[in-house]
């Protein structure tokens, strides 16, 4: 009916915009991506022999290709959008541009090695920030503060820090600052992209369990020592054991009471998971008893805390203060509804037509007087 132009013409007005699959595929593809990216560059190396310098020259050609193939032919030519396969070859791009920095210095000394891996870093940190402000990935952005909270201890190994704990500090200055700027740019997330709404999401709780992380690891260091076979340094200062063990009640209780005021359901999530590690943890700075007895008697505080929290609602007004209520909210007979709502939206309900019996139906018409009637 159409000829083929039109019909090319219709495929490009109307085809859409983005296409995205489950997340099953995704990472069925992304795992075949990696795989079949990674034979790719491997069987010319093995079977030329090539060494480092060789190696990065196939990371050098590789690199763009798969850049090329994702951003070009399957996002903008397929439309395929968190699909797997272009966020394994996006990935893999970064990686191989890394790896072609660092691979040739392995025979140019140590000091020029750890130079290069510096680069590296500094590459794939520069990388995954690219891919998560062009495409929004949400692992590209985890990747990148990944990247930015072992870069203090890099640059300490690289510059010599004569102090131990340095790198910590700079570790929590960091993400303080990421978690900081994300916290803002989340203040206007009605005017953002979903994706990167994911992304700035993601870069404040991995900046959050980064510094939990921190101030945890280092309050309770001979835990870990006996765990891990870490041997950490000594304190810094006297009191910093006192403040990072005082730190790691204070992060959870401001995560949670931020998530209560903000109404933010990932803050809460990490204030709850962040508050059972610290009831377990902190016993092994400060000595309560046994750990069943610490458990039951924290136990019992949470409980206690809840049901002060539920008798503090219901002396609110309508048994609510805000948008918080002690009234079950998904109760049979009303599925969250009061009657006051009910009464609301019953004159917005479509009410039920009966279909009319057939027969004969008042004013409908006239009787005629020709034919049977006439001779009647």
Same mark, same amino acid.
């Given at each position: 009916?159409?000829? &083929?132009?039109q019909?090319?013409?219709?495929?490009e007005?109307?085809?859409?915009? =983005?296409?995205? %699959?489950n997340i099953f595929?995704?990472?069925?593809?992304?795992?075949f991506?990696?795989?079949? $990216?990674t034979?790719l560059?491997?069987?010319?190396?093995? %079977?030329?022999n $090539?060494?480092?310098?060789?190696?990065?020259? @196939?990371?050098?050609i590789?690199?763009?290709l798969?850049?090329?193939?994702?951003?070009?032919?399957?996002? &903008?030519?397929?439309?395929?959008?968190?699909?797997?396969a272009e966020?394994?070859l996006?990935?893999?791009?970064?990686?191989? =541009?890394? !790896?072609?920095?660092?691979?040739p210095?392995?025979?140019?000394?140590?000091?020029?090695?750890?130079?290069?891996? /510096?680069?590296?870093?500094?590459?794939?940190?520069?990388?995954?920030?690219? =891919?998560t402000?062009?495409?929004?990935y949400?692992?590209a952005?985890?990747?990148?503060?990944?990247?930015?909270a072992?870069?203090?201890f890099?640059l300490?190994?690289i510059?010599?820090?004569?102090?131990?704990? !340095?790198?910590?500090? $700079?570790?929590?200055? #960091?993400l303080?600052?990421?978690?900081?700027?994300?916290?803002?740019r989340l +203040?206007?997330?009605?005017s953002?992209?979903?994706?990167?709404?994911?992304?700035?999401? #993601?870069v404040?709780?991995?900046?959050?369990?980064?510094?939990?992380l921190?101030?945890n690891?280092?309050?309770?260091?001979?835990?870990w020592?006996?765990? /891990?076979g870490?041997?950490?340094?000594?304190?810094? /200062?006297?009191?910093?054991?006192?403040?990072?063990a005082l730190?790691? +009640?204070?992060?959870?209780?401001?995560?949670?009471?931020?998530?209560?005021?903000?109404?933010?359901?990932?803050?809460?999530?990490?204030?709850v998971?962040?508050?059972?590690?610290?009831? =377990?943890?902190?016993?092994y700075?400060?000595?309560?008893g046994? @750990?069943?007895?610490?458990?039951? $008697?924290a136990? !019992?505080?949470?409980a206690?805390?809840?049901?002060?929290?539920l008798r503090? @609602?219901?002396?609110?007004?309508?048994?609510?203060?805000?948008?918080?209520t002690?009234?079950?909210? @998904?109760e049979?007979?009303?599925?969250?509804l009061?009657a006051? +709502?009910?009464?609301?939206?019953?004159?917005? #309900?479509?009410?039920v037509?009966?279909?009319?019996?057939?027969?004969l139906?008042?004013?409908?018409?006239?009787?005629?007087?020709?034919?049977?009637?006439?001779?009647?």
């Amino acid at each position: 009916m159409i000829t &083929a132009e039109q019909a090319a013409a219709v495929a490009e007005r109307y085809r859409p915009e =983005l296409v995205r %699959v489950n997340i099953f595929m995704r990472i069925l593809l992304a795992v075949f991506t990696m795989v079949g $990216v990674t034979a790719l560059v491997a069987m010319p190396a093995v %079977v030329l022999n $090539v060494r480092e310098t060789g190696s990065a020259l @196939l990371c050098l050609i590789f690199a763009p290709l798969c850049a090329w193939v994702a951003d070009h032919e399957l996002i &903008a030519g397929r439309r395929l959008y968190r699909c797997g396969a272009e966020e394994a070859l996006l990935l893999q791009a970064v990686g191989m =541009l890394a !790896l072609a920095v660092a691979l040739p210095a392995h025979q140019l000394g140590h000091d020029t090695e750890r130079l290069a891996w /510096l680069t590296a870093h500094m590459i794939v940190l520069a990388g995954a920030i690219m =891919l998560t402000v062009r495409y929004g990935y949400a692992l590209a952005a985890f990747g990148a503060v990944l990247a930015l909270a072992g870069l203090p201890f890099h640059l300490a190994d690289i510059l010599h820090w004569q102090q131990p704990h !340095l790198p910590r500090l $700079v570790l929590l200055l #960091t993400l303080g600052a990421a978690a900081i700027w994300a916290q803002r740019r989340l +203040a206007d997330r009605n005017s953002l992209h979903r994706g990167y709404v994911w992304s700035l999401e #993601t870069v404040r709780l991995s900046a959050w369990a980064g510094i939990y992380l921190d101030v945890n690891l280092f309050a309770h260091r001979l835990l870990w020592r006996e765990w /891990l076979g870490w041997t950490p340094g000594g304190s810094l /200062l006297p009191w910093s054991d006192h403040f990072c063990a005082l730190l790691t +009640a204070i992060i959870p209780m401001a995560s949670l009471a931020m998530g209560i005021g903000r109404r933010d359901r990932a803050l809460l999530w990490f204030g709850v998971v962040s508050a059972i590690l610290s009831i =377990l943890t902190l016993k092994y700075y400060i000595h309560l008893g046994h @750990l069943p007895e610490e458990l039951t $008697v924290a136990g !019992l505080l949470v409980a206690g805390l809840a049901f002060g929290l539920l008798r503090w @609602l219901r002396t609110g007004s309508k048994f609510c203060r805000g948008a918080f209520t002690a009234e079950p909210l @998904l109760e049979p007979r009303l599925y969250g509804l009061d009657a006051e +709502a009910l009464a609301a939206i019953q004159p917005l #309900t479509p009410e039920v037509r009966v279909s009319q019996p057939q027969g004969l139906q008042p004013g409908g018409g006239t009787f005629g007087g020709g034919g049977a009637s006439g001779g009647y």
